[in-house]
C-alpha cells in the first residue's frame, strides 16, 4: 500500500514537471538572452522601440513550407508581420484564425505577413496547420531555429519562446514584439501604430 502510493505520487510529480516543461517551452516569454534591444514594455505585453533605436534584423531568407524562397528583404517598404510558430503548440493554434484575417485585412495598407515554422521535424504537420486554419501567406520552414537565432538581434526572440510576433518598420527595423498567442485587438495594437508611421 505504501509503495503504490509512493509510486502514484513520484508518477504525479513526473507528470506536472513534463507538463510545466511543455507549456514553458510553448508559450513562454523567454527571449534569447541579453543583448541590447531597446524595447519598452507597455500594455498587453507588447513591447515597442523608438523609431530612432531600432535595430535592423539579419537575413531572414529560405525556403517555405510550400517550397517556395522567400526572402524578408524583399518586402521593404512594407510592415512585416513576423510570427513565429509551430504545429504542436496550443497557443499557435489558437492565434492562428486572428492571423489569417488581420492578415487579408490589412494586405491593401501594405502590410505582408510572413511566418516561421520551427521545432516541426518535417513539412507534413505544419503544412495541415496551414490547410486547416487557411492560412493565406507564406511560412519559412526553420525546424532548427537557425534562422531565429541569425536572423534576429540577441535579446529578441527565442526558439523556447514560441509562439511570438515580431513587427518590422516599413526600413525593415523591429518595431514592436510580444509573446504568447494574440487576438486581432492585439495585432492592430501593434500593427496599426507603425503602419501610421510617417
Partial sequence: MILRTVARAAALTAIA??????LSACGSGISGGGGQTNYVSGADDISTVAKSDRSPVGSIEGE?????????????GKVVVINIWGSW???????????????????????????INTRDSGKRLPRAFEKEYGVSYESLYDPTGKLILSGF???????????????????GKIAARTFGGVDGTKLHKMIDPVVAEK
Avoid: W
Fill in 17 to 22: 514537471t513534463i507538463g510545466s516543461l511543455t
Fill in 64 to 76: 517555405t513550407l510550400k517550397g517556395k524562397h522567400l526572402d524578408v528583404r524583399d518586402l521593404r
Fill in 89 to 115: 503548440c496550443p497557443p499557435c493554434r489558437a492565434e492562428a484564425p486572428y492571423f489569417n484575417k488581420v492578415a487579408k485585412e490589412m494586405k491593401s495598407k501594405g502590410v505582408e505577413f510572413v511566418g
Fill in 153 to 171: 538581434p540577441k535579446g529578441t526572440v527565442s526558439i523556447q519562446g514560441v509562439p511570438a510576433t515580431v513587427i518590422l518598420d516599413k526600413e
